[in-house]
């Protein structure tokens, strides 16, 4: 039972982190064309950054790292009087009113954490990625354009969100459905932090226990359970690819693109 | 600093078992964290060099493979590409292991297969000549027209015309491509120890170091940005590496036209 649940809590991770990622990912990119230049230089860090190191130590340095500054804030504003270290050694040491979840809170609130912390790490990692595929389709889109606005008299922020934006998507397009595919492919991950996903139950599952003791009346089974793992993910992919095809060829049915110019000669 | 010498000596080479035996447990030192995690860093070379060397073979094989005219050679080549590219390494990682796992309990021959520095290899073999064999076939089916016929005016023909003209012309198309997949491979290496691979008497790679020290110190603002050091240093290497093979293979060109692989990771796999 607990197997199609953790079926499910994947797919609410793709659910929620998809749009997030694409908020992340907005900000990112406007932050790396803006004319003001410490907040291009963030944008434009931030991508370098996590684009330059492996996805996996992100995601296990930011569940820490999100957790102890959430603590540490906590901390601040509800212990005022608290006068020790908070690092002493090697503990992290807050005062109980700061701990998150509350010690004496029910085991939802702990998972619904646990998961909050997963999927906001997911949403700055492949906020990165989503920043640089629309700079990219930011800087396809035709200069002309741009100066056309400007020349209508409309301001920098105008010609922003009524040329430009609405013209990137399908330069973005491309892009974005490979970061889909990328996206599916990370969520075995969530087993890394700590989530109880597919990934934990199929080790669970599978595996004996104690030959005396064994809760289930096979062996070895793991390989037989991530085989229907891979072969899950196989179709998840391939339903997308199907669907992001169709939707491509919809956008781009009257665009001035190669492809565009290609579908109006086959009809 | 000569104890940090002394901490280079004994952990230096921690990673692949020459050293002191026991790992530091208290009072962690940055010299310590520094040396540890490069020692680590051994094994991630070790399997992203080795995977895109043997991978390379089979990625050339796959790519031909895909285009061929003959159905069975194809559809082969299609789905390897398809079962490797379409699911995601880290369960490949898992399955890959139990499947040696249960192979070994067979067949004494596999029992070399459950360590990492064989399984773990051979699962990221067929991972990235996957993900190359595809890169090339999409560079085979842009050669110029005009190359192939020059091929067939010159009288080439076979293998002659295949190692003359085709094959330099498809690695010069995806290179670049190829460099950005070769780094994908190097930063997908910290998954095998995270995965089901078991890290033999703490011989471990970068990352698992890495995620030692957080875990015992409670600290992630130390070991995970030495980790991201030193693994941007990795891509730089391996962007010069590729970059002088780029040149070497459009060396035919006139200098200005030489296509410089430029240093952005925005590629993605």
């Known amino acids: 039972m607990n ?46 950054i996590v684009r330059g190191v492996p996805d996996i130590a992100f995601f296990l340095f930011f569940v820490i790292a999100l957790d102890q500054a959430i603590e540490f804030l906590r901390h601040k504003t509800l212990c005022p009087d608290w006068t020790e270290p908070v690092r002493q050694g090697s503990d992290f040491v807050v005062c109980q009113a700061a701990k998150m979840p509350l010690g004496n ?77 990328l996206l599916i492919k990370a969520t075995p991950l969530l087993f890394l932090l700590g989530v109880e996903d597919v990934v934990y139950w199929a080790r669970e599952l599978g595996g004996t226990k104690t030959p005396r003791f064994t809760d289930y009346p096979h062996g070895d089974w793991r390989m037989w359970y991530f085989l229907g793992l891979l072969v899950f993910y196989l179709c998840f992919t391939r339903v997308s690819e199907i669907v992001l095809d169709r939707l491509m060829s919809r956008l781009t049915h009257g665009q001035a693109t190669a492809a565009g110019e290609a579908q109006r000669k086959a009809a | 600093m000569s104890t940090c010498l002394q901490t280079i000596q004994d952990y230096g080479l921690r990673a692949v078992g020459i050293g002191e035996r026991l790992l530091p447990r208290e009072d962690f030192t940055l010299c310590q964290q520094f040396t540890l995690i490069g020692s680590g860093m051994i094994w991630n070379i070790y399997f992203g060099a080795m995977a895109l060397l043997f991978g390379f073979f089979l990625a050339t094989a796959l790519g031909v493979g895909k285009a061929s005219a003959n159905i069975w050679v194809r559809k082969s080549a299609e789905w390897f590409i398809f079962i490797f590219r379409g699911s995601p390494l880290f369960i ?62 010159y009288g080439l023909s076979g293998w002659a015309r295949f190692r003359r003209v ?104």
């Open chain 2, 92 to 153: 490949q990682f898992f399955f890959g292991y139990f499947l040696f796992l249960t192979l070994k309990s067979q067949y004494s021959f596999f029992d070399p297969f459950t360590a990492a520095w064989l399984g773990a290899l051979i699962v990221l073999f067929c991972n990235t000549a996957a993900y190359a064999g595809e890169i090339f076939y999409g560079a085979l089916q842009s050669i110029p027209k005009g190359d192939l016929e020059a091929a067939d005016a």
């Open chain 1, 105 to 181: 809170s029910p085991q939802w609130v702990h998972e619904t954490y646990g998961f909050s912390i997963a999927v906001i790490t997911f949403a700055i990692v492949y906020g990165a990625f989503a920043a640089n595929v629309l700079f990219g389709a930011m800087r396809a889109v035709p200069h002309a354009q741009l100066e056309t606005a400007a020349a209508y008299g409309m301001s920098t922020r105008q010609t922003f969100w009524r040329v430009l934006v609405p013209q990137m998507w399908v330069f973005a397009l491309p892009g974005l459905s490979n970061l889909w595919m």
């Open chain 2, 166 to 269: 085709i094959w330099p012309t498809m690695l010069r198309l995806a290179w670049p491509a190829y460099t950005n997949e070769a780094i994908f491979l190097f930063h997908s290496t910290t998954l095998v120890f995270l995965s089901g691979f078991p890290a033999w008497q703490q011989r471990g790679d970068a990352l698992y170091y890495a995620n030692y020290f957080a875990d015992k110190t409670f600290n992630p603002f130390v070991p995970y940005p030495i980790l991201a050091g030193y693994f941007i240093v990795l891509t730089l290497i391996v962007i010069s590496f590729f970059g002088v093979v780029n040149t070497r293979l459009n060396r035919h060109l006139p200098q200005a036209q030489h296509r410089k692989i430029r240093l952005r990771l925005n590629l993605i796999r």
């Open chain 1, 3 to 48: 197997l199609y649940w953790s079926v499910l809590t994947v797919l609410l991770l793709l659910g929620i982190t998809a749009p997030v990622a694409l908020g992340f990912g907005f900000l990112g990119a406007s932050a790396a064309r803006s004319a003001f230049a410490p907040l291009r230089w963030i944008g434009k860090t931030y991508i370098a």
